[in-house]
């Protein structure tokens, strides 16, 4: 029985006929036995138009959005050469797209049941097409492995939380053992889809966006697979962004609560929730380009050989800090409770927190006060101050809240930039603060050099 690979190839990688036939090349060398591919790049946001024009504007312009989309599918089937019985399976999911937009029309209605069914089409187009291109590269390796295209609603189970469904573990696990089972035989080569499911009713649902990742992982943990690969088209995680500072270095490994934290803190080369599957089953996952397969990359595993003060760190714009100040506080027991019950009930998720005795300050993406009642529920408790534009910065490594002198380090290599609010103690991988967003990038730079160029991470 051979290793078991899941393999995730993401937009970019999706992007046009020679994008899927390098991909496939990688799949070959790597031998995947799943592979998950998302939708080719930019669809899922055509998709997402299609579906608001169709029920705001008028007919014709939803028509040019469905046309747009079906000959960009159409070339790539072109330049591949893929077979009638392809074709077909393609012109049914085009007719499909067609009837949902018709129907999201007549009735002036897009619910978000109806916009995961529309934006599923991505992933379901991009399958086909992929499993046309991995079909020819076994053909020209003379692989006796056979590419099988794989509904991942079969297994995909999850509840039905439409826009962000939430994967049924358990159920997840049963299904593949019951469908995909014969996996390791090595016989097949599976080609699915990222980021959708189906619930018991058998409705379509979506795991948001970025949900491919975490779809991959999902089934990488309900197969127990051996690794799992998620190809992108950055050659692995680096020390930060590299558009933000040019002298970003790649990282060779870094432990699943680093990457957790540096996920959870806006990397954009993993999904946040992504490693928490593979961490149940501690199952090592490896971050590679599907451009420059020979390139490093990285590995992301429960236990790693070094563990630097500072690995790497992070830049989260468009923030909001919220404080809520009132002298209830005071010697008072149940009122974080309250406050914290408000942000469920709103599914509004908290980032950084910090405390005194009459007020609470929280970290928040903007797109929280897009939510006009939760700003509103928060006020019958509490005087509430927002303040916008902000950007949290994020240094992630290890002991961090136990090394002497490391504030000052980071505070004097941003002694002129103003700092909004500190978060440490709670992990002992991450120190974050606020900034504003137009500094975020200069304080980036300068905690970059201080830790990783000049090497500083080796301090204390």
């Known amino acids: 029985m051979g290793k078991l690979i899941v393999s995730k190839f993401g937009g970019t990688s999706m992007g046009d006929a020679a994008c899927m036939l390098r991909s496939a090349e990688v799949s070959f060398r790597q031998g995947s036995s799943l592979i998950a591919v998302s939708a080719t790049s930019g669809t899922t946001n055509d998709l997402i138009v299609l579906g608001k024009t169709a029920e705001t504007k008028p007919w014709p312009e939803a028509e040019v959005i469905l046309a747009k989309i079906e000959q960009k599918h159409v070339k790539i089937s072109d330049d591949l050469k893929i077979s009638a019985h392809a074709m077909e399976r393609l012109k049914v999911l085009f007719e499909e797209m067609n ?21 599923s089409l991505g992933e379901r187009m991009s399958s086909v097409l ?44 049963s299904l593949c053992s019951q469908y995909l089972g014969s996996l390791r035989d090595g016989k097949t080569v599976v080609v699915t889809q990222g980021y959708i499911g189906m619930t018991d009713e058998g409705m379509t649902t979506t795991l948001g966006r970025g949900g491919s990742d975490y779809s991959a992982a999902v089934l990488a943990e309900g197969l127990s697979a051996d690794v799992l690969e998620i190809w992108t088209d950055v050659a692995g995680i680096a020390t930060t962004d590299p558009r933000l500072c040019p002298k970003a270095k790649p990282i060779k ?8 934290e540096l996920a959870t803190f806006g990397a954009k080369v993993l999904h946040p929730a992504t490693l928490l599957p593979a961490v149940r089953k501690n199952i090592p996952v490896f971050v590679g380009s599907s451009f420059d397969a020979e390139a490093r990359g990285t590995w992301v595993r429960k236990d790693v050989e070094d563990h630097p003060l500072i690995r790497a760190m992070a830049l989260r714009k468009k923030q909001v800090l919220v404080t809520l100040s009132t002298p209830e506080m005071l010697y008072a027991h149940g009122f974080l409770f309250q406050l914290f019950k408000i942000f469920n009930d709103h599914k509004v998720s908290i980032d950084a927190i910090t405390t005194s005795e009459i007020s609470v300050s929280v970290t928040l993406d903007d797109s929280a006060l897009l939510n006009k009642k939760l700003i509103a529920d928060l006020s019958q408790f509490a005087d509430v101050q927002v303040e916008e534009n902000l950007a949290l910065i994020s240094l992630i490594g290890n002991n961090i809240n136990h090394t002497a002198g490391l504030a000052k380090h980071i505070f004097e290599a941003i002694s002129d930039i103003n700092v909004r609010m500190i978060c440490l103690g709670a992990s002992k991988h991450n120190f974050c603060f606020l900034v504003s967003d137009e500094q975020g990038p200069e304080a980036i730079r300068r905690l970059h050099e201080c830790f990783i160029e000049a090497g500083t991470e080796e301090m204390a």
């Open 99 to 119: 009837s949902l937009a018709k129907g999201i029309h007549l009735l002036r209605d897009c619910s978000v049941k109806a916009m995961d069914t529309l934006m």
């Open 130 to 173: 992929f499993a046309e291109a991995m079909a020819q590269v076994l053909a020209k390796h003379n692989s006796k492995k056979v590419a099988e295209l794989f509904d991942v609603r079969t297994v995909l189970r999850t509840d039905d939380s439409f826009g962000r469904a939430k994967p049924l573990t358990s159920e997840v696990a």
């Open 253 to 260: 490994e870094i432990s699943f609560k680093e990457a957790s």
